[in-house]
């Protein structure tokens, strides 16, 4: 590839313009954090940030009520985690559809308090925060249930990993299936100092260690992450976490903090 | 390096301390970047209810993904118009998908481009309004394929039909127009 053709990938990337091939290549390189595509992507996305920031427009106060009550009436636990995890402190049993009911009214009803919104607008955001309640709890009972199928499954890996010196109080336990994925469960970590965050590592034979995602640890020091299914990743024999610049980093360079053999 | 000025790396403190769950800087940062996040998201969707919608959803997943930004890879500003991008776009195209709307979205100012305008004097003042600033500066064409991308959410491809150009002239106009507002950004700052 050219230097021109990965800029033009880059800015077709940057305005969401990309589809298709063009579009897995160019997400390809950046997963591989290819030095010169993430250069170009980066100046892009400045200059495009830059562009919007020369219209704001203020938004209705509504929205900003809405996000505290629905930050308000999820568990820190949960809220905490990069997308795809769950929290570990709370088990969740099966939600029936009222639970779900009452959780949705909780959060409209919060909501309704903090602002002291007029009656007819108290209803509408009932209804709004009720909606997305269910939405998440649906899309948390489906993670849940794929949950279950791995636990079911005699092919499941379960290691146990203990804390290292810098966190010798830290457990944690790693569910892993080759196709399905897996979970890790954390308790008795620190928080992440400013600018850091946890890494997780599955390491197969002499390979290098294979990123299998970032997390972030709650109030209670416990944390949870589930783990996709990795490219080029079926059995694991060691599973490790350590303490990397926010974001995380293609090969560890943090001190560690967990480590397991399974 | 991403440009950090001041305000960015106090707003990167705060995107630090949203992912340790700390809601006042949460309530701060939406404080600080809200009217920055909407501003883009209205100009893609003009209908204000699923703006707000979307605008919600945007800063839902800052709360949630927080400790996935990495202050190496760009600004919170940047991190921010990417994710409202991407959402805002979402929404349009499945908008369009269903039908919901009734006229193009895509404003027709932008989608006619710059040639044919002509010397209307009211279409002339709309185009002004439409883009004052930077993008009024670019060429022409530059400026309409990042229009109709950015604002349009139109692919490469869709942009090409759009225009009856080929698809590599559409590529190296998006690229040349982000390279030109990046240099204008910068002498801006010089």
């Not at chain 1, 100046?43 to 427009?57: D, F, G, I, K």
């Not at chain 2, 185009?127 to 229009?147: H, K, N, V």
């Amino acid at each position: 590839m050219t230097p021109d053709e990965l800029s033009e990938l880059a800015a077709g990337y940057a305005l969401g313009a990309l589809e298709g091939d063009a579009r897995a290549r160019f997400e390809a390189l950046v997963r591989a954090r290819d030095a010169e595509a993430l250069r170009a992507l980066r100046q892009y996305e400045e200059s495009l940030a830059r562009l919007a920031a020369e219209h704001p427009e203020t938004p209705p106060a509504s929205v900003k009520a809405a996000l505290l009550a629905r930050i308000a009436a999820t568990p820190r636990g949960a809220a905490s985690m990069p997308d795809g995890a769950i929290s570990m402190t709370r088990p969740r049993p099966r939600r029936s559809v009222w639970t779900v009911v009452l959780a949705g009214a909780l959060a409209a009803g919060i909501a309704a308090i903090a602002v002291g919104l007029t009656v007819s607008a108290r209803y509408e955001r009932r209804l709004e925060a009720l909606g997305q309640e269910a939405a998440e709890l649906r899309t948390q009972v489906q993670r849940e249930q794929s949950l279950l199928a791995i636990l079911r499954d005699p092919a499941t890996q379960m290691v146990a990993l203990s804390g290292q010196a810098t966190s010798p109080e830290a457990r944690a336990r790693m569910l892993w299936h080759e196709k399905a994925g897996g979970l890790l469960v954390a308790a008795g970590l620190p928080p992440a100092p400013a600018g850091k965050a946890y890494q997780l590592w599955a390491i197969a034979g002499t390979r290098p260690p294979v990123s299998a995602g970032v997390f972030a640890v709650d109030a209670q020091g416990a944390a949870s992450l589930r783990v996709p299914p990795l490219a080029g990743v079926a059995r694991v024999d060691v599973f490790a976490v350590t303490l990397e610049p926010a974001g995380g980093r293609p090969a560890p360079s943090g001190p560690m903090v967990l480590v397991g053999k399974s | 390096m991403a440009a950090s000025t001041p305000a960015s790396s106090a707003a990167a403190d705060l995107v630090a301390r949203i992912a340790r769950g700390d809601r006042q800087a949460f309530e701060r940062f939406y404080d600080s970047h809200a009217s920055l996040a909407f501003g883009l998201i209205r100009r893609v969707l003009r209908d204000r209810e699923s703006a707000e919608e979307v605008l919600q959803e945007v800063f839902w997943q800052v709360w949630q993904d927080a400790a996935g930004f990495d202050p190496a890879r760009g600004t919170p500003e940047a991190w921010l118009i990417m994710r409202a991008k991407t959402r805002a776009i979402d929404k349009l195209r499945s908008m369009r998908r269903r039908g919901q709307t009734f006229v193009a979205p895509l404003d027709e100012r932008v989608a006619r481009g710059p040639e044919t305008r002509g010397d209307d004097p009211a279409l002339a003042a709309e185009d002004r309004s439409l883009a004052q600033g930077a993008l009024e500066q670019l060429p022409g064409p530059q400026r309409q394929a990042i229009e109709l991308a950015f604002y349009g959410g139109l692919t490469q491809a869709e942009i090409a039909a759009r225009l009856g150009e080929p698809l590599g002239t559409v590529k190296t106009r998006m690229r040349l127009g982000l390279e030109r507002l990046r240099a204008l950004f910068k002498a801006d700052e010089a």
